[in-house]
């Protein structure tokens, strides 16, 4: 079972008011066009780890997300490293 988490609102709006002070502006929003009119355009993802559970950290609150082909591979590449790495650890086990 994999677990989640939601923010409180006032938490959650300070964050987005900070976020949007370090955005970049020079960066396009849409570098592979915009998906849906709801597209509020790209986002940063961070995969890491932490007492053994694989964590994906979107840095805001998202509804949905659309990779790329190549994209996708690379998030499923990193999710594989961490979890295998986090395997190795636990059970000391080669993957």
Known sequence: MSHHGRD????????????????PKEVDQYPDGKITPGDE???KIEISAHDGKILVDF???????????EQAIEVGQ??????????????????
């Open 59 to 69: 840095g805001t609150s998202i509804k949905w997300i659309g990779f790329t082909p």
């Open 41 to 43: 355009g790209q986002i």
């Open 8 to 23: 409180n609102e006032e938490l959650e709006s300070l964050f987005n008011d900070k976020l949007q002070e370090f955005r």
């Open 78 to 95: 990193c999710l594989i490293q961490q979890a295998t790495e986090q395997g190795q650890r636990k059970t000391n086990y080669p993957y």
